[in-house]
């Protein structure tokens, strides 16, 4: 597996280009499955509970993990689901931080 969860988020600079669609495919390979992109600016995957508390404290995991990382995922709760969205809002796509913290967060 990668070495991506070993790595730390690094701020990133306005005008750092975005990862491209072959780099994207390329990096989802190294993450546990389910993580997906529809457009290339965005990493997104589900997580399924038993219940919404079940969701509800995974998303306060997640939560402790970004305020750490200094990176900051979209989080939709609901009942027995939660779903993460990764993308650097600076730079409108996607960074190597998203994959960071995609493979950190799977290994809560």
Request: proline share 4%.
């Amino acid at each position: 597996m990668s070495e991506l969860s070993n790595k730390k988020c690094v701020p990133c600079e306005v005008g750092a280009i975005p990862l491209q669609p072959d780099e994207v495919k390329d990096m989802l390979k190294e993450l546990e499955e389910g993580w997906s992109s529809e457009d290339d600016k965005a990493i997104q995957k589900t997580f399924k509970f038993d219940d919404f508390m079940g969701a509800m404290d995974f998303a306060n995991k997640i939560a402790e993990l970004a305020e750490e990382e200094g990176h900051h995922p979209i989080l939709t709760v609901s009942w027995g689901k939660l779903k993460a969205k990764l993308m650097t809002h600076k730079i409108k796509g996607l960074h190597e931080n998203d994959f960071i913290l995609a493979a950190k967060i799977d290994k809560l």
